[in-house]
C-alpha cells in the first residue's frame, strides 16, 4: 500500500504562486495515475488536475484551467502542483491521490494522503 504525503501549503495572497508535493513512500508510484483535489470546509470534495503514470496525458477541473499545472518526478516518487494567480475560492485542503487509471472521480483513487491547507487571502 503506498502512503502519500502532501507538502507545501500556507497562508498566500490573491494573485499568488504556490507550489504543493506529493511524495509517495515507494517506487510502485510510477504505476499510478496521480490526482489532486480540494475541499472546503462544507463543501464536497472537488476535482483539481490529474495526471498519467507516464505524465503525457494530463486533465484540469474548470475552474483551475489556465492557472494550475500537474508535474511528476517519478525519480523522485513525488508529484506537484503549481498553482498561479491564486484566487480566494481555491483556499481548502489539497489532497493527492493515486489511482490505478486516470480519473477525475474521487472514487476512482485508492491511495489518499493527509491533505495540506492552502488559505488565499485577499
Known amino acids: 500500500q503506498v502512503q502519500l504525503v502532501e507538502s507545501g501549503g500556507r497562508l498566500v495572497l490573491a494573485g499568488e504562486s504556490l507550489r504543493l508535493s506529493c511524495k509517495a513512500s515507494?517506487?510502485?508510484?510510477?504505476?499510478?495515475?496521480m490526482g489532486w483535489f480540494r475541499q472546503a470546509p462544507g463543501k464536497e470534495r472537488e476535482f483539481v488536475a490529474a495526471?498519467?503514470?507516464?505524465?503525457?496525458?494530463?486533465g484540469y477541473g474548470d475552474s483551475v484551467k489556465g492557472r494550475f499545472t500537474i508535474s511528476r518526478d517519478n525519480a523522485k516518487n513525488t508529484v506537484y502542483l503549481q498553482m498561479n494567480s491564486l484566487k480566494v475560492d481555491d483556499t481548502g485542503v489539497y489532497y493527492c491521490?493515486?489511482?490505478?487509471?486516470?480519473?477525475?472521480?474521487?472514487?476512482?483513487?485508492?491511495?489518499w494522503g493527509q491533505g495540506t491547507q492552502v488559505t488565499v487571502s485577499s
Open positions: 491521490a493515486a489511482s490505478d487509471g486516470l480519473g477525475v472521480n474521487v472514487a476512482q483513487y485508492k491511495y
Open positions: 515507494d517506487d510502485t508510484f510510477s504505476n499510478y495515475g
Open positions: 495526471l498519467s503514470w507516464s505524465g503525457r496525458s494530463a
